[in-house]
């Protein structure tokens, strides 16, 4: 995937015509995804290297009114994903690991950045790191690591 599509990805949500999108009746597709990403910008996009900002919106406000560490972990994948594509990768597949390590928290209207890259992308598995962190300060809120495994293409 190029990296303009990657960027379309993480700022629009994708297209309407993915395959993948929601099948829970009422839903529209990737409506989980839009949810969380509405609001992003991709700030920079170079293979390998993503950087996006957002303003925390309430809706992913949790009960202490910081940012929901779903919507953190959510963020981690997302991003974390559409950093394989930077490299070229036509697919990214199914998540095996993922990992996020909470250091500190964001509050709404707080301009978050999210930073991914790409670790190791191989034949069958791709390694990435995303952090997010305060924008004004730099003071980093989550890291997280994100495994997947890559679809393998057939040579028949």
Do not use: W
């Not at 990657?6 to 009746?25: A, I, P, Q, R, W």
């Not at 997302?78 to 594509?85: E, K, M, Q, R, T």
């Not at 930073?115 to 191989?122: D, H, I, M, N, S």
């Amino acid at each position: 995937m190029d990296l303009e599509s990657v960027k379309k990805y993480l700022e629009k949500g994708g297209g309407d015509d993915d395959k993948n999108g929601s099948t829970v009746e009422g839903l529209p597709l990737r409506f989980y995804e839009r949810f969380i990403m509405q609001g992003i910008h991709v700030d920079l996009i170079e293979p390998g290297r993503i950087i996006c900002s957002m303003k925390v919106p309430s809706r992913l406000l949790n009960s202490g009114n910081f940012l929901h560490g779903g919507a953190t972990a959510t963020l981690v994948d997302l991003v974390g994903s559409a950093v394989i594509f930077t490299l070229g990768a036509p697919a990214t597949g199914v998540s095996v690991e993922i990992n996020v390590s909470y250091l500190d928290a964001a509050y709404a209207g707080e301009e978050i950045e999210i930073e991914a890259k790409t670790l190791r992308v191989g034949k069958a598995v791709g390694v990435v790191s995303v952090e997010l962190r305060k924008k004004e300060t730099g003071k980093i809120i989550a890291q997280g690591r994100h495994t997947k495994y890559l679809a393998i293409t057939s040579k028949m």
